[in-house]
């Protein structure tokens, strides 16, 4: 845990929080298993808390935390199923201080026909909640046009991270 405060600059009782709520998730046996036993967490799980504390900074709530969380995981474990820029490989050259990729994450009120793919992206991007508030995460380098889908929808709101910002520590 102390590790990984470093790594990604948020505070160590964040990153309780946020592994009691499985926004990041330790590795198997080290999840709650006791007074003396630390939580461990790989590299995939500590990529995810960083990229989730950029957008905590900005006061994000914690069910929206949760999505991104989920894109990324899904991006990083399925990276084979993305053809053109892959999210994995956009993210490890932020790793290495290298390119320009951006985050970004739209919410807005309204209806969806549901989770598609973005052209620009050839990414899982949008899906909605029973309170009809609809999510889109976009991953992406930035040499390409930053467009916001959904910013003018009803409630849109949208927030962009430079990757390289916060993931440059990883590998320290």
Known sequence: ???LARVTGAKRRSLQLWADADL???EKGTNRAGTGTHRLFSRQEAIIACITHAFALHQIAIGE???IAAALRVWIQFDFMFTGDKPKDIIEEAI???GSA???YESWRGRSKGPRLSARTSQPIAAGDEAGV???ISIFRRDRELKFLHLRKQEGFSSVIYLRNYLSKIDS
Request: hydrophobic share 60%.
């Open 24 to 26: 990041i998730v330790a």
């Open 65 to 67: 935390l949760l999505r």
């Open 102 to 104: 951006v985050l970004v």
């Open 96 to 98: 290495k201080g290298e």
């Open 134 to 136: 609809q999510h889109a």
């Open 1 to 3: 845990m102390a590790d």
